[in-house]
């Protein structure tokens, strides 16, 4: 937890204001009457820390965050709840409804839990009573179990020691939207026919999409680029050729157009163009004339011959 979240800016506030009484960190009755924290486990690893305990390979950060603390406390309050299921409740009531709103992962983290405490029933409606509770769409529950369940295994393997790639990089949202997309997931899951429960993740694959999305360049740029390039990303990956391209270097634009993606842009274009130039044509009769709309036309009219011209050329060879 030290290494893949911000633990050192914890560790600052509390090494510089003590921890404060109107945190509580939430508990619940565990074995041999000790108290198993469920919610505030990055405050309870701050504090530990400062109290003197220590890990193998601590990054330097950790270490002089722990150094300046000029406050160490020894204690902290707990709340303590009879079951999870009440921490559960609490938590919603805080962080859905209530003033401090979770953000994507959290949210996600919170609804897998719901569904976990769920039961043993079917995926559809274990996700819908998920659903209910929170006051949200059933689409977007399904959307958060799935993207967490590959969150979770990326996380497991310490973010396959990606550069610069942890809990606080990793863009969950964007990793949701991509696995919406049908090239995307039958690219990382095994099965991505199965319910959202059953699915197995591909490890190396879900590396290389963290890889793409996640690891940024010298320039601070990732391989995908920006978010509206994941359905160009989707038929990358479903194309073999494409892919292998893309593995060994190329862009993604460069890549893309050895998919087939690419005619069904340009039929979406040239598609699109029609319609808006018949709409011109029925209303042109009302519209006066100036020299900036005929420039325009006449631009339309070069671009329109020069593109059946080149069209034209590729049916010839």
């Given at each position: 937890m030290a290494d893949t979240s911000s633990i050192d800016e914890i560790i600052s506030a509390i090494g510089s204001n003590?921890?404060?009484?109107s945190e509580p960190l939430i508990g619940v009755p565990g074995p041999n009457d000790n108290i198993v924290i469920v919610e505030g486990n990055r405050r309870l690893t701050a504090l530990k820390l400062l109290a003197g305990e220590r890990y193998e390979d601590m990054p330097n950060r950790v270490e002089q965050a722990v150094e300046r603390a000029r406050e160490r406390p020894t204690e902290a309050p707990v709340a303590v709840y009879d079951q999870r299921l009440d921490v559960l409740n609490y938590l919603g009531n805080k962080h859905i409804a209530g003033v401090k709103p979770w953000g994507a992962l959290a949210k996600a983290r919170y609804a897998k839990q719901l569904f976990d405490a769920a039961g043993d029933g079917e995926f559809t409606e274990r996700a819908r009573e998920v659903a209910r509770t929170i006051g949200s769409r059933m689409d977007f529950i399904t959307r958060s179990l799935k993207a967490y369940s590959a969150y979770e295994v990326a996380a497991s393997q310490d973010f396959f020691s990606l550069p610069g790639v942890d809990e606080e990089t990793v863009k969950f949202s964007l990793l949701s939207t991509a696995l919406d997309y049908e090239g995307i997931q039958d690219f990382v899951y095994e099965n991505p026919d199965d319910p959202v429960d059953e699915r197995r993740v591909n490890a190396d694959h879900l590396r290389e999409l963290f890889s793409w999305m996640f690891v940024r360049t010298e320039h601070g740029r990732t391989r995908l680029g920006e978010s509206r390039n994941l359905i160009q990303l989707s038929s990358v990956v479903a194309n073999p050729e494409a892919l292998d391209r893309f593995r060994r270097g190329m862009d993604l634009e460069q890549a893309y157009r050895f998919t087939d993606g690419i005619g069904e842009e340009f039929d979406t274009i040239i598609v699109?163009?029609?319609?808006?130039?018949?709409?011109?044509?029925?209303?042109?009769?009302?519209?006066?004339?100036?020299?900036?709309?005929?420039?325009?036309?006449?631009?339309?009219?070069?671009?329109?011959?020069n593109l059946k011209t080149r069209f034209d050329e590729n049916d010839e060879g």
């Open positions: 003590g921890y404060f009484q699109s163009l029609q319609s808006s130039l018949r709409t011109a044509n029925s209303i042109v009769a009302e519209i006066p004339f100036t020299e900036n709309r005929s420039n325009i036309i006449s631009s339309i009219e070069r671009q329109a011959r």
